[in-house]
């Protein structure tokens, strides 16, 4: 099926660990993004890149490290986890950067609880 | 600064019924604006969107939305909904310097009545 997936679906952990989450696209798209989605369902963007370039870099705290081995994935990594980092996360992409019209198709999250 | 205000958090309406989801932007050009539909443990999928020509737009599910750009307004419009409707719906308009960024609005959660 052509979409965009992410892995796991569910990941629970406890303060201070580290981990990694997967996002693959087979859309073709060049430009992927990472949204947070918290606990009242308020959704913001963290990252975008394009074609393995960084293009949106919102503030968000170092521990958080995008990846972008190339344009079909983005991986998304956070150390030192913190309660505050329980929340749903989005990855999401497009066409194109440079096409604000463009539909962001998006993966169908995970759900990530801090202990 | 752009921003997106969804003035219902919850509305609940019987199915058949006619449904109207309230959008607000601010921004100071041309907005592209977009109505995304969340299910239940799911990713958000486009419902339609607007950038240009006919204010008026369709889109899937038999849903509509008109841009009013005197009222800034955005508004979702379905004539008859399905108890499969419910889900939260996001507003959203894309930001300036074709990032491709997105800004949100807080989301409406619509409950179906049977």
């Known amino acids: ?115 | 600064a752009q921003s997106v205000t969804q003035p219902d958090i919850h509305i609940t309406v019987s199915e058949g019924a006619s449904l109207e989801l309230r959008c607000n932007y601010s921004y100071g050009a041309t907005p592209y604006l977009f109505w995304y539909v969340q299910s239940p443990g799911q990713g958000l999928q486009l419902l339609l969107k607007y950038f240009s020509g006919d204010t008026l737009v369709q889109g899937i599910k038999g849903f509509e939305a008109e841009f009013k750009r005197s009222q800034s307004s955005f508004n979702l419009r379905k004539p008859s909904v399905h108890w499969s409707d419910a889900a939260e719906y996001f507003c959203a308009v894309g930001a300036r310097g074709n990032t491709g960024k997105l800004i949100f609005g807080q989301g409406t959660t619509l409950q179906v009545k049977p």
Not at chain 1, 35 to 59: A, C, G, H, P
């Open chain 1, 1 to 115: 099926d052509t979409a965009v997936s992410q892995t796991p679906k569910y990941l629970v952990t406890q303060m201070g660990n580290d981990k990694s989450i997967k996002c693959e696209q087979n859309l073709g798209h060049d430009t992927m993004y990472w949204y947070k989605q918290d606990s009242k369902k308020f959704l913001k963007i963290m990252f975008s890149y394009n074609n393995k370039e960084l293009i949106i870099n919102e503030t968000v705290p170092n521990r958080f490290s995008p990846k972008s081995p190339d344009k079909a994935h983005l991986n998304l990594h956070i150390n030192s986890l913190e309660l505050g980092d329980s929340a749903v996360y989005f990855c999401a992409s497009s066409l194109a950067s440079g096409r604000p019209a463009d539909e962001q198709f998006f993966g169908p999250g995970t759900r990530l609880t801090v202990l």
